[in-house]
């Protein structure tokens, strides 16, 4: 018998549009997100320790999150009444230094797996029963900006997580683009040169807010570095 296999929205398209119960209450996405950023996240289950820990991280970062305009959303396919409880016995356990952890971004019930099929988070060749590890990043005009994807087994990274909002957010303000393992301070690349003449003039007027390594490999400084 053939697998079902579900769709999910990709870079640049709109975020596929919800209302759901959640531990925070009934959320209509992205209508109650107008203006913010979100990061959407699923995980396979309540009361499992990857999980558990990711759940523990995440809360410890949520004011970093909103000091950058991004909110919270997390989801599995178990019920509100297995997330309560879970998130009540996650406040009992200490991990690394975190401890009296209270959850306090939505975590949404998706028993019948709604949310979860518009999101192409079930994936039959890691588990018809439980969502994989996705995270769905998502700008304020509520189109889809990144996509990252990790088995049940692998841990998230959230400083990469984070990173990915703070470049994100730079590309978008400074019409720039972000280099390997770019940090905010970093030199930024500038959109190559759409013509020989602009390439010819970037390469011959560099100066100290900008350099090229090559006519299509140009930098940007950040202001009062050199």
Same mark, same amino acid.
């Given at each position: 018998?053939?697998?079902?296999?579900?769709?999910?929205?990709?870079?640049?398209?709109?975020?596929?549009?919800?209302?759901?119960? %959640?531990?925070?209450?009934?959320?209509?996405?992205?209508?109650?997100?107008?203006? #913010?950023?979100?990061?959407?996240?699923?995980?396979?289950?309540?009361?499992?320790?990857?999980?558990?820990?990711?759940?523990?991280?995440?809360?410890?970062?949520?004011?970093?999150?909103?000091?950058?305009? %991004?909110?919270?959303?997390?989801?599995?396919?178990?019920?509100?009444?297995?997330?309560?409880?879970?998130?009540? =016995?996650?406040?009992?356990?200490?991990? =690394?230094?975190? #401890?009296?952890?209270?959850? %306090?971004?939505?975590?949404?019930?998706?028993?019948?797996?709604?949310?979860?099929?518009?999101?192409?988070?079930?994936?039959?060749?890691?588990?018809?029963?439980?969502?994989?590890?996705?995270?769905?990043?998502?700008?304020? #005009?509520?189109?889809?900006?990144?996509?990252?994807?990790?088995?049940?087994?692998?841990?998230?990274?959230?400083?990469?997580? =984070?990173?990915?909002?703070?470049?994100?957010?730079?590309?978008?303000?400074?019409?720039?683009?972000?280099?390997?393992?770019?940090?905010?301070?970093?030199?930024?690349?500038?959109?190559?040169?759409?013509?020989?003449?602009?390439?010819?003039?970037?390469?011959?007027?560099?100066?100290?807010?900008?350099?090229?390594?090559?006519?299509?490999?140009?930098?940007?400084?950040? #202001?009062?570095?050199?």
């Amino acid at each position: 018998m053939e697998e079902t296999r579900f769709n999910m929205p990709l870079i640049g398209e709109p975020a596929p549009a919800f209302s759901a119960v %959640t531990t925070q209450g009934v959320i209509n996405f992205p209508n109650d997100y107008t203006g #913010k950023w979100v990061i959407l996240f699923s995980h396979p289950a309540d009361f499992t320790p990857v999980c558990t820990t990711e759940f523990m991280t995440f809360a410890t970062m949520m004011n970093d999150f909103k000091a950058l305009n %991004t909110e919270l959303i997390g989801l599995s396919v178990d019920s509100l009444y297995a997330h309560i409880a879970w998130l009540r =016995k996650i406040k009992e356990i200490e991990y =690394k230094g975190m #401890k009296d952890v209270e959850v %306090t971004f939505p975590l949404i019930e998706d028993i019948r797996m709604d949310v979860a099929k518009k999101y192409g988070m079930i994936q039959p060749g890691a588990s018809n029963t439980q969502a994989v590890r996705a995270v769905f990043v998502i700008d304020p #005009k509520g189109i889809v900006r990144t996509i990252l994807y990790y088995p049940l087994s692998l841990g998230r990274n959230f400083d990469e997580i =984070k990173r990915i909002i703070l470049a994100l957010q730079k590309a978008d303000k400074d019409g720039v683009a972000t280099p390997a393992d770019w940090r905010p301070g970093d030199d930024v690349i500038v959109p190559t040169a759409g013509s020989c003449g602009t390439a010819k003039q970037r390469m011959e007027s560099q100066d100290e807010d900008m350099y090229c390594l090559d006519w299509f490999l140009c930098f940007k400084r950040e #202001k009062g570095k050199k």
